[in-house]
C-alpha cells in the first residue's frame, strides 16, 4: 500500500506539504494554500463528515474520492459557503476564516463550484448566464448588454470555447451548458476552483478542452479540487488524490505513488477483483420481442429479441437512438409502426402503465429528472409502481404490507438510509439508484430495461448494481442494458446490439465482442453505410467511452 504524502508541522497554519510527484527528487516544501482542520457536519440520523481534514497546494490539481455518501460532496458545500460545520477550523493562505454563510462570501474569497447539477437560467443568454447577478451597469440604472456580451466573447475565446454568447441556454446541449458554467467560475477570477463530476455528460472532445483548461489555471497557479468517478480522468488530470470513506479522511496521495486498485481498495475497503460477476445459469425461451419498432424521425425498424436470463446491450453513440427505442417500448413515446411482444403477447405500447402491467420495468437515464419523486420518502417512492397490489379494492393502501416490502428491499439492497421515511433526495446517488431498482423489483418484472444505470456513482455501488443486473437475470428476468461506458457492456452483455442513426446495424456475440469492433459498427466503418432514418441527421455528440 502507497504511503500518504508526507506533512510536517510547522505551526498551526504553517503546515508544509511536499508538491513533487513520486520518485523524483524532493522539491522545496510548499505551504498550502486552504487547510481545513478537524470538520464535522451531523445532519438528522447521520454524520455526514467526522472530524476529516482537507489541504490544498497552489498549482495542483487534487482529485477528492471516495464512495457515494462518503463525505466529498459535503465538504466541498461548505467550502462553498452552502453549509456550515459543526466544528473546525478553515485557514486560507494562512489566516483563519470565518464560518462561510454564503455563497457569495465564498466567490468574494476566491472560492468558485461548478456543480454536478447544472441549474442555468434556459431563457437567458450565454451571456447573461455569466454574468448573472453581477450584470454591467450604466447610469446606475440600465444593463450594459453590449459590454457583458463584449467581455463573455473574450472569456469563451480565451478559454477557446467556440460559442456565440447571444445564443440562449436552452438551445446548448449539456456538455456545453457544462462549458458555460466552468468559463463563470474562470471568470470570477477564483484561486480555489471545485469541479464537481465536470465530465458527467459532456463529449471526449469537450473533455480534452476541459483538460486544458484545467491544466491552464494549474499553470497560473490556481488550486483546482476534481471531483469524478472515472478512475481514468483521476490518473489522467491530478497530481494528488485524498481518499474519504464513511465521513472520515482516510489520507492523501501523490498521483503517482497509487495504482487504481489500491485507490478502489482505499476507497471501499475490500477487493473489487471480480467487478462484473460470473454468469453461469442457462437462457431460457424468449421474453421480450422487439419488431421492426419505427418512430418517425427517431429511428426505424428496429428488431432484436431477449432471452429469459440474458442480457442484451444497446451500444452506440450517444444519439443513435438507444433511449428512444426503450422509451417506445416503455410506452413513454408511442412508435409509429412496429410490434413489442412480452412473453409472445402484444403489448399496447400505449403507456409506461400498461408497460408496467405486462411487466416491464426501466430504470431511466436521468434518476432525479424521471426515476424518483425526490420530495417523496424512501417507502413511498418503493410502493409507487406496486400501488394496484398494494392497494385494496377501494384504492387505500395496505400500509402494513407496503412496510413489509419497503424494509425487505431496504435490507435486500443495503439501501443506506435512517429511515424509510427519510427523503429520497437526502440519498447519495448509489443509494438513489438501489430505490429505484428496489420499485422495479418489487413488480417482480419479467423484463428489465436499463439506461446508463451506473453513470454518476461510485465503483463501490457499481459493483454492487452489476451483481444484482445478474442476480435479476439468474432468475428468468431478461435485461437489456444501454451504456456508454465499454467495459460495462463488454463486462455484463451476452450480446450487443449497436446502434448507429437510428438503426440497429450489427449484433454481437459476447465471444467476439471487443471495443475495436464496437466502435468501428458504431461510427459507421465497420460494414453497414446507411444513411439516417427520414434523412434525420444523428446526433453523435458522445464516443462509447473505454
Not at 32 to 49: C, D, N, Q, Y
Not at 70 to 79: E, F, N, Y
Amino acid at each position: 500500500m502507497s504511503a500518504p504524502v508526507q506533512t510536517s508541522q510547522t505551526g498551526q497554519t504553517g503546515q508544509t506539504v511536499q508538491a513533487g510527484r513520486a520518485g523524483g527528487p524532493d522539491p522545496a516544501p510548499v505551504r498550502p494554500f486552504l487547510e481545513m482542520k478537524g470538520i464535522s457536519k451531523r445532519f438528522p440520523g447521520v454524520t455526514a463528515l467526522d472530524n476529516v481534514d482537507f489541504r490544498l497546494v497552489p498549482g495542483r490539481v487534487h482529485a477528492l474520492m471516495g464512495e457515494n455518501g462518503a463525505g466529498k460532496s459535503t465538504l466541498m458545500r461548505i467550502l462553498a459557503g452552502l453549509d456550515c460545520p459543526d466544528e473546525g477550523e478553515i485557514f486560507l493562505d494562512g489566516q483563519k476564516m470565518q464560518r462561510l454563510e454564503s455563497p457569495r462570501q465564498a466567490i468574494e474569497l476566491g472560492i468558485a463550484m461548478i456543480h454536478q447539477e447544472l441549474n442555468p437560467v434556459l431563457e437567458m443568454t450565454v451571456a447573461e448566464n455569466l454574468f448573472l447577478g453581477r450584470e454591467f451597469v450604466r447610469r446606475r440604472l440600465f444593463v450594459d448588454s453590449r459590454a457583458m456580451r463584449r467581455e463573455a466573447v473574450k472569456l469563451l475565446d480565451d478559454l477557446g470555447v467556440n460559442l456565440d454568447p447571444d445564443r440562449r441556454m436552452a438551445e446548448l446541449t449539456v456538455g456545453q451548458m457544462q462549458m458555460v458554467e466552468i468559463a463563470k467560475a474562470v471568470s470570477y477570477r477564483a484561486n480555489i476552483i471545485i469541479m464537481d463530476e465536470p465530465t458527467s455528460a459532456v463529449t471526449s472532445k469537450e473533455v480534452d478542452r476541459l483538460f486544458e483548461i484545467v491544466g491552464r489555471l494549474k499553470g497560473e497557479g490556481k488550486c483546482v479540487i476534481y471531483i469524478t468517478h472515472k478512475m481514468d480522468e483521476v490518473f489522467a488530470i491530478s497530481d494528488e488524490i485524498t481518499v474519504f470513506r464513511d465521513g472520515r479522511y482516510i489520507g492523501t496521495y501523490d498521483t503517482g505513488s497509487i495504482n487504481e486498485m489500491e485507490l478502489i481498495r482505499l476507497m471501499v475497503a475490500r477487493d473489487l477483483n471480480e467487478m462484473f460477476p460470473e454468469k453461469t445459469h442457462q437462457l431460457g425461451d424468449v421474453r421480450l420481442k422487439v419488431d421492426r419498432l419505427t418512430r418517425r424521425g427517431a429511428f426505424a425498424d428496429v428488431s432484436f429479441e431477449v432471452r429469459a436470463g440474458e442480457i442484451l446491450g444497446l451500444a452506440g453513440l450517444v444519439g443513435a437512438g438507444r433511449t428512444e427505442v426503450v422509451e417506445a417500448i416503455f410506452g413513454v413515446t408511442p412508435p409509429d409502426s412496429g410490434q413489442v411482444l412480452v412473453d409472445g403477447v402484444k403489448l399496447p405500447c400505449r403507456s409506461p402503465r400498461s408497460a408496467i402491467a405486462s411487466r416491464l420495468g426501466l430504470v431511466t437515464e436521468d434518476r432525479k429528472l424521471s426515476g424518483l419523486v425526490l420530495t417523496m420518502d424512501v417507502h413511498d417512492n418503493i410502493a409507487l409502481p406496486s400501488l394496484p397490489k398494494l392497494s385494496t379494492p377501494l384504492g387505500l393502501l395496505k400500509l402494513k404490507q407496503a412496510a413489509k416490502e419497503t424494509a425487505r428491499f431496504i435490507e435486500a439492497l443495503r439501501i443506506k438510509t435512517f429511515s424509510p421515511k427519510e427523503l429520497v433526495r437526502n440519498l447519495s446517488g448509489g443509494n438513489q439508484q438501489k430505490v429505484i431498482l428496489a420499485k422495479w423489483l418489487a413488480t417482480k418484472p419479467s423484463v428489465m430495461i436499463f439506461d446508463e444505470p451506473t453513470r454518476g456513482i461510485d465503483v463501490g455501488a457499481k459493483s454492487e448494481i452489476y451483481k444484482l443486473v445478474v442476480d435479476m437475470a439468474a432468475e428468468g428476468v431478461a435485461v437489456v442494458l444501454i451504456s456508454s461506458e465499454m467495459k460495462e457492456i463488454l463486462g455484463m452483455c451476452d450480446r450487443i446490439v449497436v446502434m448507429r442513426q437510428g438503426a440497429g446495424v450489427a449484433v454481437v456475440e459476447r465471444g467476439q465482442a471487443s471495443q475495436e469492433l464496437l466502435l468501428l459498427h458504431a461510427t459507421g466503418l465497420g460494414g453497414r453505410e446507411d444513411g439516417p432514418p427520414d434523412g434525420r441527421q444523428g446526433e453523435e455528440r458522445h464516443e462509447l467511452r473505454p
